[in-house]
């Protein structure tokens, strides 16, 4: 199970975090991705990381501003958001999967998903 949270209304160059709590199973081993959908656009990738390795992927439009990391002792990951902007408004969902196949990037790699969590950026 997936518990996502974090999510609130900022303003534009504001900060959020995001966490995404594991539980049910240890999911050490698993790639966990964070993906939004704003209003009328589909669900799209923000960034993912390999709980094992620690390696992380970003999305363009993110890269800089975002950051992923994963915390073991906690089995929470976290997406802290920077440098916020209005077109960041989304639900922002946690994701996770192990499967040796298919792209991180796409959401139908993940078999596992948490409920959203709102971010609203205001200009």
């Known amino acids: 199970q997936l518990q996502a949270s974090g999510g609130g209304l900022v303003q534009a160059g504001g900060s959020l975090r995001l966490s995404c709590a594991a539980s049910?199973?240890?999911?050490?081993?698993?790639?966990m991705g964070w993906f939004r959908q704003a209003p009328g656009k589909e669900r799209e990738f923000v960034a993912a990381?390999?709980?094992?390795?620690?390696?992380?992927y970003y999305a363009d439009s993110v890269e800089g501003r975002f950051t992923i990391s994963s915390d073991n002792a906690k089995n929470t990951v976290y997406l802290q958001m920077n440098s916020l902007k209005p077109e960041d408004t989304a639900v922002y969902y946690c994701a996770a999967d192990r499967s040796p196949s298919g792209t991180v990037y796409s959401e139908r790699y993940y078999n596992y998903w948490g409920q959203g969590t709102l971010v609203t950026v205001s200009s």
């Open positions: 990381i390999r709980w094992s390795t620690g390696y992380t």
């Open positions: 049910g199973r240890t999911f050490r081993s698993y790639t």
